[in-house]
């Protein structure tokens, strides 16, 4: 069965400072694969998806960027966090458009 | 651009009201609307909705599209304390999420 693993579990990064957040997905594929945000009790903000290894599409310009180095991996970075950066991130995949994406169990992100 | 659009926001009722959460959408090429629940951290898939008029069901949860209203409708009869997350309409392209209604059931 497929599984997703998101870590790590909880952030705390001083502003200023580099992120990496990685995701990974066991079971599948050449999944769809897709990095959101979400503010304290509220919907979800699609940041990034990916169809393949090297394809990124960006849907908010922000201070983040995404990469897919392998099939079933994926990373959020960033060079120098900023306070607006704060949020809950959700890893997801989704075996194919029209079928229900599949969560990870988010990192929590505290900047300071 | 496309846009979901929940509501309530909020919701608080007691155990064995039932309760009808609403998502409307606006589109230029739908493909599906879905339902998740979330309780603490990853969502999980509820409901997968194509056609217009099918109800879908599980337990005490249902839910049917309306392709003509753009909109959908979750429901729960019976609710219970178990039932207290937020639920979020996604679609129709599969990444667009509605803002999402918390949902708080009291004993």
């Known amino acids: 069965s497929q599984t997703i693993h998101q870590w790590p579990a909880t952030l705390v990064q001083p502003v200023g400072s580099p992120l990496s957040l990685e995701c990974t997905v066991e079971?599948?594929?050449?999944?769809?694969l897709y990095w959101y945000r979400q503010a304290a009790g509220r919907g979800l903000q699609l940041l990034f998806y990916?169809?393949?290894?090297?394809?990124i599409s960006s849907e908010v310009p922000q201070n983040l960027s995404a990469s897919r180095p392998q099939d079933r991996q994926f990373i959020l970075s960033s060079k120098k966090l900023l306070l607006s950066d704060s949020g809950f991130y959700l890893c997801?995949?989704?075996?194919?458009?029209?079928?229900?994406?599949?969560f990870g169990d988010g990192t929590r992100l505290s900047i300071l | 651009e496309d846009k979901v659009v929940q509501s309530p926001l909020s919701l608080v009722v007691h155990e064995g009201d039932t309760v009808t959460l609403n998502c409307s959408y606006e589109?230029?090429?739908?493909?599906?609307l879905l339902w998740y629940k979330q309780e603490k951290k990853a969502p999980t898939f509820l409901f997968m909705l194509?056609?217009?008029?099918i109800e879908k069901k599980s337990g005490r949860l249902s839910s049917i599209l309306d392709k003509k209203e753009l909109s959908s409708i979750l429901n729960i009869t019976a609710t219970q304390t178990g039932d207290s997350a937020i639920y979020l309409c996604?679609?129709?392209?599969?990444?667009?999420f509605g803002a999402g209604t918390r949902l708080t059931v009291k004993p």
């Open positions: 997801a995949w989704q075996g194919a458009l029209n079928q229900p994406q599949h």
């Open positions: 079971g599948t594929s050449n999944p769809n």
């Open positions: 990916s169809v393949g290894i090297g394809q």
């Open positions: 589109v230029t090429n739908f493909r599906s």
């Open positions: 194509t056609s217009s008029g």
């Open positions: 996604a679609g129709p392209n599969d990444m667009r």
